[in-house]
């Protein structure tokens, strides 16, 4: 079974920076964290859960969506199973619950949610106007 414990929302006023962390354990089918493709998705109040940005197992490959490219970094540190969201100028409607996600089967960028397997319960970001 694997898990993933976010951490490092909160409330920050509008061009701030956060950055979240994913803290992942737990093995399937022989593959740990250094296997696995990582992702953040996000869901504001009344909207669905979108994604925001993913990495590959080796981290040579990411990916954004358009709403974050350019000033949301990806990252990951496979000493630590651990994944990073790096959230700079930071505005209003970045407001949601961030969720990190694990996909452990091939390793590779996925950008929707049916292609990841497992899921952290998520951390509140509040950006202020």
């Known amino acids: 079974q694997v898990q993933l414990v976010e951490s490092g929302g909160g409330s920050v006023q509008a061009g701030g920076s956060l950055r979240l962390s994913c803290v992942v354990s737990?093995?399937?089918?022989?593959?740990?964290?250094?296997?696995?493709?990582m992702a953040w998705f996000r869901q504001a109040p009344g909207k669905e859960r979108e994604f925001v940005a993913a990495?590959?197992?080796?981290?040579?490959?990411?990916n954004y969506a358009d709403s974050v490219k350019g000033r949301f970094t990806i990252s990951r540190d496979n000493a630590k199973n651990t994944v990073y969201l790096q959230m700079n100028r930071l505005k209003p409607e970045d407001t949601a619950i961030y969720y990190c996600?694990?996909?452990?089967?091939?390793?590779?960028?996925?950008?929707?949610?049916?292609?990841?397997?497992?899921w952290g319960q998520g951390t509140q970001v509040t950006v202020l106007s």
């Open positions: 996600a694990a996909e452990t089967f091939f390793g590779v960028v996925r950008l929707t949610e049916r292609h990841y397997d497992y």
């Open positions: 990495i590959s197992y080796t981290g040579n490959t990411v």
């Open positions: 737990g093995v399937v089918s022989g593959r740990n964290f250094s296997s696995y493709a």
